[in-house]
Nanobody
Framework: QVQLVESGGGLVQAGGSLRLSCAAS????????MGWFRQAPGKEREFVAT????????DYADSVKGRFTISRDNAKNTVYLQMNSLKPEDTAIYYC?????????????????WGQGTQVTVSS
């Protein structure tokens, strides 16, 4: 069982930055591919970024490439999402998710555990 708790969301002006964190419980964090997803009001959940359980590979949605960076610290059981040059269309609830030895790229269905989400609001 893995529990995920996101933090770091908030209100920011367009062009600003935020850093999301996702703290995971359990002793096997390093065996999980971690992903960030988001869901805006009235829209379906969409993939944002993922990092392999080995930590060497990452993948991003086209809409965030060059602006967002995913990273992980296995010693702290934490995955991060650094978000720069934020746009109003980035406004959403951001969720982290864990997939045991998940593939990159891989379907959202491979993620076994999900956090409760953290709200990110970007004002214009």
């Amino acid at each position: 069982q893995v529990q995920l708790v996101e933090s770091g969301g908030g209100l920011v002006q367009a062009g600003g930055s935020l850093r999301l964190s996702c703290a995971a419980s359990g002793r096997t964090f390093s065996s999980y591919t971690m992903g960030w997803f988001r869901q805006a009001p009235g829209k379906e959940r969409e993939f944002v970024a993922t990092i392999s359980w080995r930590g060497g590979n990452t993948d991003y949605a086209d809409s965030v490439k060059g602006r967002f960076t995913i990273s992980r610290d296995n010693a702290k059981n934490t995955v991060y999402l650094q978000m720069n040059s934020l746009k109003p269309e980035d406004t959403a609830i951001y969720y982290c998710a864990a997939a045991f030895r998940g593939r990159l790229p891989g379907p959202s269905s491979q993620y076994d555990y999900w956090g409760q989400g953290t709200q990110v609001t970007v004002s214009s």
